[in-house]
């Protein structure tokens, strides 16, 4: 149990102090981490000193966590594209063309999976809005030359916030969606190049990602 506490640690700490200590000292050091963040941002390594962190903030700055207030804020209509490329190698990439994959349609099941992250993006990214999705729409198409899937999703509502998260959550999903499915055939493949592609609406405008050198 002692040993448990010690996830209020930072987690890159975490689990090197545990093995330092006695078990007697785990309780009382864990419990006062969680009491005094700035006594636990001091048990990271010397690297993380720079980052503003839950651990090394404290009640005299301010709230350690805070999703923004936007209740100032007009609805407006928001649209964000995301886009991944997963690198399946040869032998996924021609029973995805096939359609032999014995797990069944991976690119039909990655572009639903990707559709239900959109839709739980809050539930995994704490301080996202929840927001009323209006549309989203996930796309994963086999590339069999270059033995690769592009996965793009787009996501829209009619909000106070944009949907840039959640693209970004659609297509990190359907990527480890095809992942999941693929594995026992090829356990190297590999998810690269997770970015924004577009976005519109909202006080800082429209962007559009610069085209690949």
Known sequence: RARRLVGFLPSCAGCSIARMLPRRSLKSLALACHGAPRLAASFAPPHF??????ANRGAADGPVAEMVDVSGKSATR????????????????????????AKGDVLAVSEVAGIMAAK????????????PI????????????????????????EGQTGVEMESLTAASVAALCIYDM?????KGIVITNLRLLSKSGGKSGNYVAPSPK
């Open 120 to 131: 739980r993006t809050p539930d995994l990214l704490p301080l996202c809005h929840p927001l």
């Open 78 to 101: 928001r649209v964000a594209r995301a886009g991944c490329t997963v690198e399946v190698g040869t032998e996924v990439a021609r029973q995805l063309a096939e359609g032999s994959v």
């Open 134 to 157: 209006a549309r989203a729409l996930v796309s994963c198409r086999l590339n069999q030359a270059a033995c690769t899937v592009e996965v793009e999703a787009e996501v829209a509502c």
């Open 182 to 186: 693929c594995k026992p055939v090829n």
């Open 49 to 54: 000193a720079g980052f503003a962190t839950v």
